[in-house]
């Protein structure tokens, strides 16, 4: 019905509906989940685009990706074009992503106080240079990442620059970098920027359900949806929205039971690809969790524990018990 193929740079997806980049969060494990799923897209999360080049690169970046992880795009953060240039030519060279995406969004006070993330949008010709020099070096497509401007004419005008710099995709965030996360996502804003481009633009924020997912799409009439916070702990979000955006209904499933179930793949996932040691499992268990039947008493456990496979044991029982 509304389920569009998305096409960036050369990629035709098989849809569009895309897991947006989350620190902490979007690791190899939990987006090949979020694509067993239907995610048509997966981003990685933002890598530091100066560490990648300080840091002993393989060692920063072990598990990034894998072969059946595809198609994916890493999100670079920075501010400096050549720097930027140098990290993607290596993650180009090492991982062929199918996508090199820039944050320009990114409004945490870490990121912007390094005139990185959303702090680039007051520099509109740093912009412009930035992509420029990515799409001039690079064989990957390029896109980008941004927020909403204060007043809807500098967005505009930012937005017109990524377009003319040679970007294959824009997604647009519908707040401003002030709000953070609060207020609503503004949809007309987004529509505007979609409006003003030939590029596809790709809408994001308060995609939670299947109906704000049917709203935004028709509401901003951009080219795919990004799905970010309602994913954390819930990857059957893309099934969901994917079904109900292809045939108007919708799924009825047991949330119990498809929760835990999605969690003990998760820990299989984050084993197979020996990531169990690199992330806060207790964060993640966290938001597989929430709002089940007896999650409280379990993550009362948890808390208690500090070995990592203490915690799986722990949450495989109760996995098991509660199927
Ligand atoms: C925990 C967390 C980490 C995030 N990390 C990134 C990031 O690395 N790069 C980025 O561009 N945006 C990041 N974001 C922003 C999301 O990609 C997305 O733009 C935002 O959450 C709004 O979408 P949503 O309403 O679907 O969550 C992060 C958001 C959260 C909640």
């Given at each position: 019905?509304?389920?569009?193929?998305?096409?960036?740079?050369?990629?035709?997806l098989?849809?569009?509906?895309l897991?947006?980049p989350?620190?902490?969060?979007?690791?190899?494990?939990?987006?090949?989940?979020?694509?067993?799923?239907?995610?048509?897209?997966?981003y990685?999360?933002?890598?530091?685009?100066?560490?990648?080049?300080?840091?002993?690169?393989?060692?920063?970046?072990?598990?990034?990706?894998?072969?059946?992880?595809?198609?994916?795009?890493?999100?670079l953060?920075?501010?400096?074009?050549?720097?930027l240039?140098?990290?993607?030519l290596?993650?180009e060279?090492e991982?062929r992503?199918?996508?090199?995406?820039?944050?320009?969004?990114?409004?945490?006070?870490?990121?912007?106080?390094?005139?990185?993330?959303?702090?680039?949008?007051?520099?509109?010709?740093?912009?412009?240079?930035?992509?420029?020099?990515?799409?001039?070096s690079?064989?990957?497509?390029?896109?980008?990442?941004?927020?909403l401007?204060?007043?809807?004419?500098?967005t505009?005008?930012?937005?017109?620059?990524i377009?003319k710099?040679?970007?294959?995709?824009?997604?647009?965030?519908g707040?401003?970098?002030?709000?953070?996360?609060?207020?609503?996502?503004?949809?007309?804003?987004?529509?505007?920027?979609?409006?003003e481009?030939?590029?596809p633009?790709?809408?994001?924020?308060?995609?939670?359900?299947?109906?704000s997912?049917?709203?935004?799409l028709?509401?901003?009439?951009?080219?795919?949806?990004?799905?970010?916070?309602?994913?954390?702990?819930?990857?059957?979000?893309?099934?969901?929205?994917?079904?109900?955006?292809?045939?108007?209904?919708?799924?009825?499933?047991?949330k119990?039971s498809?929760r835990?179930?999605d969690?003990?793949?998760?820990?299989?996932?984050?084993?197979?690809?020996?990531?169990?040691?690199?992330?806060?499992?207790?964060?993640?268990a966290?938001?597989?969790?929430?709002?089940?039947?007896?999650?409280?008493?379990?993550?009362?456990?948890?808390?208690?524990?500090?070995?990592?496979r203490a915690?799986?044991e722990l949450?495989?029982?109760?996995?098991?018990?509660?199927?």
């Amino acid at each position: 019905m509304k389920l569009k193929k998305l096409k960036i740079g050369k990629t035709e997806l098989s849809g569009n509906l895309l897991l947006a980049p989350m620190a902490d969060v979007t690791n190899l494990a939990f987006r090949l989940l979020c694509r067993r799923y239907g995610a048509d897209l997966t981003y990685t999360e933002m890598i530091n685009a100066d560490a990648l080049l300080n840091e002993s690169r393989k060692s920063f970046i072990k598990g990034l990706s894998s072969p059946d992880d595809r198609p994916f795009g890493v999100q670079l953060v920075g501010s400096c074009p050549e720097k930027l240039k140098q990290a993607a030519l290596f993650i180009e060279e090492e991982y062929r992503p199918e996508i090199i995406d820039i944050n320009m969004g990114c409004p945490a006070r870490c990121i912007t106080v390094a005139g990185c993330g959303s702090a680039l949008l007051n520099s509109p010709e740093l912009v412009y240079m930035i992509i420029s020099e990515l799409t001039d070096s690079l064989n990957t497509p390029v896109s980008t990442k941004i927020r909403l401007l204060g007043r809807e004419e500098k967005t505009l005008e930012i937005a017109r620059l990524i377009e003319k710099a040679g970007a294959s995709a824009l997604t647009v965030h519908g707040r401003t970098a002030t709000q953070m996360y609060s207020g609503s996502s503004n949809i007309p804003g987004i529509r505007a920027v979609k409006s003003e481009l030939s590029i596809p633009v790709i809408a994001n924020g308060d995609v939670r359900d299947e109906e704000s997912a049917e709203r935004t799409l028709e509401l901003t009439d951009c080219d795919g949806l990004m799905i970010g916070r309602a994913a954390m702990g819930n990857p059957f979000i893309f099934k969901r929205i994917g079904h109900y955006l292809e045939t108007g209904e919708k799924l009825e499933t047991d949330k119990q039971s498809r929760r835990l179930e999605d969690f003990d793949t998760y820990i299989s996932l984050l084993e197979e690809h020996d990531l169990l040691s690199s992330i806060n499992l207790r964060m993640h268990a966290h938001w597989f969790t929430k709002g089940l039947r007896g999650s409280r008493q379990v993550r009362e456990k948890i808390n208690g524990l500090e070995d990592g496979r203490a915690i799986t044991e722990l949450l495989r029982s109760f996995c098991q018990e509660k199927h």
